[in-house]
């Protein structure tokens, strides 16, 4: 596609509950990062992979959170059993190869645990 | 992120005049710095980028500079347009680095 596509855009999750959350890089890009943003903050990295290697997690808040790239293209961010402080907004860059160039961002998928 | 921060939160400037936003980062290992631009709603745009062995990149109406001595980076937008207002953001890699790190942001408003 023309860039990255997140879906959904919005999701609403009673809190206890799992969500999935997709996202389509841009077409041949190796790299893909996962994001979260506060509101007002900036966004906080939270994982990368190389093609289907994850490569970095240290990003991730807890064990509730679970990423997966396994055919070196789609990612899903898992989270399960969601709380309140898991709303914000979940960001995924992509880039041709990896390291020191630019990220290129979707429009990320705004997250609200009642 | 702990490695970027920024000076002010808020701008506000007259359309037509030149902005000028400042960023501090405090890892010195730091190589890699790019300026983002986000509009209510989207994800951050890229602007603009420059890497340790520059002090100076130009583009299109924007310019970046960046200080090494004193851990500092600038981004300067000419004769400011309202399609201007949005939060900036710096980030940079450090050395080997998988992680981008992004300041908390300034907001800049264009006033017509």
């Known amino acids: 596609g023309a860039g990255v596509s997140q879906s959904p855009r919005y999701k609403v999750a009673k809190r206890g509950q799992d969500v999935a959350l997709r996202c389509d890089p841009i077409?041949?890009?190796?790299?893909l990062f996962w994001y979260q943003q506060a509101l007002g903050q900036g966004p906080e990295f939270l994982t990368y992979?190389?093609?289907?290697?994850?490569?970095?997690k240290s990003g991730l808040p807890s064990d509730r959170f679970f990423a997966e790239r396994p055919e070196g293209s789609v990612s899903t961010l898992k989270i399960q059993r969601t709380q309140q402080e898991d709303s914000a907004v979940y960001l995924c860059?992509?880039?041709?190869?990896?390291?020191?160039?630019?990220?290129?961002f979707g429009s990320g998928t705004q997250l609200s645990v009642l | 992120g702990e490695s970027v921060g920024l000076h002010l939160p808020t701008l506000s400037v007259q359309e037509g005049d030149n902005s000028i936003i400042n960023c501090a980062y405090s890892?010195?290992?730091?190589?890699?710095f790019i300026w983002y631009k986000q509009e209510s709603g989207k994800g951050p745009q890229f602007i603009i980028d420059?890497?340790?062995?520059?002090d100076k990149r130009q583009g299109q109406r924007v310019t970046v500079l960046l200080n090494k001595t004193v851990k500092h980076l600038s981004l300067q937008i000419a004769a400011t347009q309202p399609g201007d207002s949005a939060v900036y953001f710096c980030?940079?890699?450090?050395?080997?680095?998988?992680?981008?790190?992004f300041g908390k942001g300034t907001k800049l408003s264009v006033i017509p």
């Open positions: 860059a992509s880039s041709p190869y990896g390291i020191n160039e630019k990220l290129f």
């Open positions: 077409s041949g890009h190796v790299s």
């Open positions: 992979f190389q093609n289907e290697a994850q490569l970095d």
């Open positions: 890892n010195s290992a730091s190589d890699y």
């Open positions: 420059i890497r340790s062995n520059m």
């Open positions: 980030a940079d890699f450090g050395a080997g680095s998988y992680q981008l790190t």
